[in-house]
């Protein structure tokens, strides 16, 4: 019997990702990838003789193991869906996920390490919750390793980041499509990387459509529900308030609006408002947030299949991959109240 075909391999011949094979394989629901790429990887699977198996219903007594050590399971909601992507990934290759929660604490991170190393162990994804630069293990330099969501100052291991630069850029520029120009920015906490990366794709924003960047417009206080409704408070007492405003979070997006209502405002007929990281709830508020999707579920199937790969675990200099954050437009954005009057200028989506 021939070697079984790999997820690699259907990558390879379709010429796509690895992460949009197992989107494709694993039949993920609303997965972003279009009809023709899915039909393409369905093509090469078939070509490929590859057979999707569900091996562990067996005893995974000796099942080769996935370590996953996360710093923390609390601080935002999208453990769960680093956990869901990493298992469901591994399940592809055969694998079972062990997770371990080790609050960064070395004493911990050495006694999941000594409990993996018991394991067929396949290799490790090294997770934090809140994007970061970390300082790994040392023994992970012996044991095949991903980082996710973090990434290490030596570029030791490779790594999957969300591309916050590009997401935030892309929701200012939704705003301006809108025909916004005084857009302000309520700002996550500066020691946070993504507040930092986020801040930056808001400005490149603006210099892209030659909108100057108005300091009395970024305003960075938190990243709370409480914050966001202070900050905003903040712009409408200016003699000239802004007419939108993008949010680090969704969480002081929500605390926007409040703000808003509480001026006896309305969204988005008097201010636009867009979010960030797309949690659940958003979509249920009146009106649904507009906001950027953070592909947490995405990142953690892209580092199980790197640990496939041998490409990206020998590669010279390892691999820094940067996923995409697509926007999630929805009914918090309207041009402003000049345009909708009738004034000429650019519509949503143009």
Request: aromatic share 4%.
């Amino acid at each position: 019997m021939g070697k079984r075909a790999t997820m690699t391999d259907i990558a390879n011949h379709a010429g796509v990702s690895q992460a949009t094979v197992s989107l494709v394989l694993n039949e993920v629901e609303n997965a972003r990838v279009g009809a023709a790429t899915r039909q393409r990887v369905l093509e090469a699977a078939d070509a490929l003789g590859y057979r999707k198996t569900q091996r562990l219903h067996r005893s995974p007594t000796g099942a080769r193991v996935i370590g996953l050590l996360i710093d923390d399971v609390t601080t935002t909601p999208f453990a769960a869906q680093f956990i869901e992507g990493a298992r469901d990934e591994a399940a592809l290759h055969d694998c079972i996920v062990a997770v371990f929660c080790t609050r960064r604490d070395e004493a911990l991170e050495e006694a999941a390490l000594d409990l993996l190393a018991a394991t067929q162990l396949q290799g490790v994804v090294y997770a934090a919750l809140v994007t970061q630069g970390v300082t790994p293990p040392e023994r992970l330099k012996a044991i095949p390793t991903i980082s996710l969501n973090c990434h290490d100052g030596e570029r030791r291991f490779p790594a999957v980041l969300p591309g916050d630069v590009a997401g935030a850029f892309a929701a200012t520029e939704a705003l301006l499509k809108a025909g916004h120009r005084r857009i302000a920015h309520l700002a996550g906490e500066s020691w946070m990387e993504a507040a930092r990366d986020r801040e930056l794709g808001y400005r490149r924003a603006l210099a892209s459509w030659d909108v100057p960047v108005d300091p009395d417009l970024i305003l960075a206080g938190g990243f709370t529900v409480t914050g966001g409704r202070d900050l905003t408070a903040q712009l409408l007492a200016l003699p000239e308030p802004p007419t939108a405003l993008f949010c680090f979070n969704d969480r002081m997006a929500v605390g926007a609006c409040d703000a808003i209502r509480n001026r006896g405002l309305r969204v988005p007929d008097d201010l636009s408002v867009m979010g960030y990281d797309d949690e659940d709830l958003v979509r249920y508020l009146q009106p649904p947030l507009s906001s950027v999707v953070l592909p947490h579920d995405e990142m953690a199937r892209w580092a199980v299949g790197a640990l496939f790969d041998g490409a990206v675990i020998k590669a010279e200099r390892p691999v820094r991959m940067k996923m995409d954050c697509p926007l999630a437009l929805r009914q918090s954005i309207a041009p402003p109240r000049a345009l909708a009057r009738g004034d000429v200028g650019p519509s949503v989506g143009s």
